[in-house]
């Protein structure tokens, strides 16, 4: 059946702000969804408040509204425009929320628009835990004893017949809020409340815990002639009683018999087809019993695109998102062509002949005090995919991908020995068990009580086990001795060059070129859905070490464009969205696009954003392997954040071009004293400050500048472990915390600026001419995080001196650095004078922003300018704004209910929103404004 016709133009409604929970898949499927419509000739309007996503630039969609996920917002829209057609499954919860709402306001039958992808009856099965698992009884798929309560009184009567230990879950809610296992009565209460509360509709699901099960998801898309097809099978290293966000997960299944596959499937299939009559995309949850795999249990069943979609997405190469779009407007899944292969249809389920392993990415140091635990409530805010031949390569890789300077799982020197502490995380699970797994097993700790402490798979736990036997056998050799075959088994599961040189007590360029005369080194595979069953035609590779290399190097030009990583606080989805926009300005200026990155959730690894995706850490060895094999003009550095940034000084030094502002420029701005005598010869004003390496020396130098201080670590992202102190103890605690926990840097103490009001500006430089493309105003004081603050586009109240000061300031620093690209200076403005705090030659978090604000397309002009192709003169900038844009940060403390939730110099929040204002007497203005008054009286 071809599409429907009468479907002529769809509105996409977003997932907001990123949150814990719900973060930037949604992006990743609003924007392919996007796309999939568009070549359809539908137009496409588009609706999120999230100005940081390219979901919200005008490349993907033909009307982009920034506005509030409000019913206010949706009838303004339907009124300008003429909706066929509302899809709501690619914005998560919230989407989906806003939908219901609408629904039951009678918006869409006012407008005479038709939902599609999904329906309102299997929202309302799926939310509702008491209808799911009446409808799961009626179909005989079995589920944990539970039942619903609405108030404090029938919770504690469920209570009181399951016994502990138990599940409460809130409906209605994303990323496990409100969710928890309770093992007693007192925590029970507490709980209980808690999850009542973060109900819309007041109600939990009390269950009995399944504790130590093992945890399965399936992907599936299903047409409008109920053909359904398994897109993958996910299983979670980590056991039931873990958030499956904050679960390391493998796909394809590894301990899974394919009898107990085929009826996992049959009741997925089962499952989707008795919530409601839809087309598009479906998640499903099974536990498995440990003892006995014959005894599987259904979890819950989302009927949208979610987290996992997008990690299936980027594991199988199959564009769920834009199938599932397709769907929606009535093809078939036999009528549509497979997007990777072009020679079989959506219908082929993929085959992989490679192993996926991702691992979530925790930020818990951002949020002291926090109870670090994992559990049913989601608390990770990123991810990252480790793409190998094998799990173990695989999970090396993700390993790498971390940044949390380990060189992959284990051989790095940085191994537990305290057995009680070993023992108590595998217990007690947070962000490290998974290394504490390996040290259990390399102290000599018992299967047996490693198993009964994690409820992990023994086939797990043997995987860990055989990579410390073959370390074992590495270390009986030296660099000069070590036999080839043991060196490429090594490489194969997964080593990193730096792990090898810590097991050959030699140097990690010592092992590269050791191996290379060997002639071992990394081939890449394509990822192909089909194990190469059929030709794939979609530059999507991973690198592993065999003997045939898949990755055919052209004679073009190329360009290298480095990714971000995973997500965490302080680098977000921003760092993506300018990826993104340098791809594309480098393919119209005729460059070759490679991509690096290892985020399954971002729209810079979909497999045709670039002409070439490699999916491989952003890690200084695989980088260069790939340099080394496509032989590029040079690297874009500046667009990824600190996780690409940190990386020009190796490019630099092995003779790798450096697109746009050059290493040294980069490491002046971030080099303090440097930077400051660049200031002091231009005549600029700064802080007083001075860099310390002990406790001792920064006591000296307090004494010197005077307090308050600004105490903080050099070459960090996002305010890491920054703290204003006011004492001489608080200064020595401080600096010893840091140098602890980062002893390789340094430390800068600055004269804080009490009372200040803080500014920033961002430009484009070419090295001669700097346009400023924006300058924003704090609304809160100096002293919090600029990420952490409200901030107003243009400045509401600075005087015309201040401004032209800022203006002088940012065109002098940005050609003193030879900038050439982006560049963002943070102000403090006190007493008409304006001091500069620090200078970012890089994209930075509001360059997104400002380009909504003002509709220009600057990281494409930045880009341009990067690559020699532009000058600043060459672009006609033409801003378009009528009054104000004010950014506005969101917090995840709903995660963390316990946490000190007073903002300061380190970065807390998650994402942020836009919101547009047409004068300073708007109402929400003078809202945040009085609260900032507030704030300083206190």
């Known amino acids: 059946m071809p599409r429907d016709k009468s479907i002529r133009s769809v509105l996409i409604i977003g997932s907001g702000p990123i949150v814990i929970g719900q973060a930037c898949e949604f992006d990743y499927s609003g924007s392919q969804a996007s796309r999939s419509l568009r070549e359809e000739g539908i137009e496409v309007t588009l609706i999120n408040s999230n100005p940081a996503t390219i979901m919200t630039d005008p490349v993907v969609a033909d ?162 002639n109920d053909n359904v097809t398994i897109i993958c099978s996910i299983e979670n290293f980590d056991p039931m009683g873990i958030h499956t966000g904050d679960s390391i997960t493998v796909a394809p299944a590894m301990t899974l018999s394919d009898t107990v596959f085929q009826r996992m499937r049959d009741m997925a299939i089962h499952m989707m087809r008795s919530i409601g009559d839809f087309a598009g995309g479906c998640n499903v949850q099974f536990a498995v019993s440990p003892d006995d795999a014959e005894d599987i249990i259904a979890i819950e069943i989302n009927p949208r695109v979610s987290r996992s979609s997008a990690l299936a997405s980027k594991a199988t190469g199959y564009p769920i998102a834009k199938v599932a779009a397709k769907l929606a407007i009535g093809y078939h899944l036999d009528e549509l062509d497979n997007q990777i292969t072009g020679n079989t249809s959506a219908m082929f389920e993929p085959t992989l002949d490679y192993v996926i392993v991702k691992i979530p990415r925790w930020n818990f140091d951002k949020f002291a005090g926090a109870d670090r635990e994992l559990g049913l409530q989601m608390k990770s805010v990123g991810e990252v995919m480790g793409i190998g031949r094998s799990f173990q390569e695989a999970l090396q890789k993700a390993c790498q991908s971390l940044e949390l300077k380990r060189n992959g799982l284990g051989a790095d020197g940085k191994e537990l020995r305290d057995q009680e502490k070993i023992l108590q995380s595998l217990e007690h699970p947070s962000w490290n068990r998974l290394f504490h797994i390996y040290d259990a097993i390399k102290l000599g700790i018992p299967f047996k009580t490693i198993q009964e402490k994690t409820r992990i798979d023994f086939w797990f736990l043997k995987q860990i086990e055989d990579l410390i036997k073959l370390e074992r056998r590495i270390e009986k050799y030296t660099l000069e001795t070590i036999p080839r ?15 090898i040189a810590h097991l050959l007590r030699c140097l990690e360029s010592e092992v590269y070129t050791k191996r290379d005369d060997m002639g071992i080194q990394r081939v890449y595979k394509l990822v192909d859905t089909c194990a190469a069953e059929f030709q794939a035609q979609t530059p999507y590779y991973y690198s592993t070490f065999e003997d045939e290399n898949e990755s055919v190097r052209s004679d073009k030009k190329k360009i290298v464009v480095l990714g971000s990583g995973p997500n965490r606080i302080g680098q977000g989805i921003e760092f993506d969205y300018c990826c993104v926009h340098g791809v594309l300005a480098a393919k119209e200026c005729g460059y070759e696009t490679i991509m690096i990155n290892c985020n399954p959730e971002t729209v810079s690894t979909d497999f045709d954003t670039a002409d070439k995706l490699y999916f491989e850490p952003v890690f200084w060895e695989h980088i260069y392997d790939i340099i080394r094999h496509e032989k590029p003009e040079g690297v874009i550095v500046q667009l990824g954040g600190q996780t690409a940034l940190k990386l020009a000084e190796k490019l630099d030094r092995y003779g790798i071009p ?10 002046l701005a971030e080099d303090r004293g440097s930077f400051s005598s660049l200031l002091r010869d231009n005549n600029i004003p700064y802080p007083e400050f001075g860099v310390v390496e002990s406790a001792e020396q920064a006591i000296e130098l307090s004494r010197e500048l005077g307090f308050p201080l600004l105490v903080r670590p050099s070459y960090v992202l996002g305010g890491q472990r920054m703290k204003i102190v006011i004492n001489e103890d608080d200064l020595e605690k401080t600096v010893v915390d840091i140098l602890r926990d980062m002893p390789d840097n340094k430390i800068l103490l600055d004269h804080f600026l009490d009372g200040a009001m803080e500014c920033e500006a961002d430009a484009i430089c070419d090295g001669e001419d700097v346009y400023i493309i924006g300058i924003m105003q704090h609304i809160e004081p100096a002293g919090i995080h600029s990420g952490d603050s409200y901030a107003v586009l243009p400045p509401y109240n600075l005087g015309d001196l201040v401004i032209e000061q800022i203006e002088e300031h940012t065109k002098k620093i940005a050609v003193e650095l030879k900038t050439k690209g982006l560049i963002n200076i943070q102000f403090a403005v006190k007493d008409d004078n304006v001091y500069v705090i620090e200078a970012n030659p890089r994209a930075s978090r509001t360059v997104p922003f400002i380009a909504k604000a003002y509709k220009e397309p600057y990281v494409n002009y930045a880009t341009k300018v990067m690559l020699g192709e532009k000058k600043v003169k060459d672009f006609n900038f033409k801003p378009q704004r009528e009054g104000y844009a004010i950014k506005i940060p969101v917090f995840s403390y709903s995660k963390f209910p316990d946490v000190n939730k007073e903002l300061g110099p380190e970065m807390k929040s998650t994402g942020e929103a836009i919101r547009f204002i047409k004068d300073l007497r708007d109402p929400f203005f003078r809202k945040i404004h009085a609260e900032r008054n507030l704030y300083l009286s206190k």
């Open 63 to 224: 009307n982009v509204y920034l506005k509030p996920l409000e019913p206010e917002s949706i009838i303004q829209i339907l009124e300008e425009h003429n909706i066929d057609a509302v899809l709501p499954t690619m914005g998560g919860q919230t989407a989906l929320n806003l939908a219901i709402k609408c629904d039951e306001m009678g918006i869409w039958e006012d407008f005479g628009v038709r939902m599609i992808g999904v329906d309102i009856s299997a929202i309302d099965i799926t939310e509702n835990r008491e209808a799911f698992r009446k409808l799961m009884d009626e179909i005989g798929v079995p589920m944990a004893p539970q039942s619903t309560a609405k108030s404090f009184l029938e919770g504690k009567e469920v209570a009181q017949e399951f016994g502990f230990p138990l599940c409460i879950r809130p409906s209605y809610t994303l990323g496990g809020s409100g969710a928890a296992i309770v093992h007693d009565k007192e925590t029970f209460e507490k709980l209980l409340t808690r999850g009542l509360h973060a109900s819309p509709i007041h109600e939990v699901m009390i269950d009995k815990a399944l504790m130590g099960w093992k945890e399965y998801e399936l992907e599936l898309l299903r047409d409008s």
């Open 485 to 499: 075959e043991l060196l490429f088994e090594a490489k194969q599961k997964g080593y990193a060059d730096r792990q």
């Open 658 to 667: 450096v697109i746009g502002t050059s290493f040294e420029a980069l490491d």
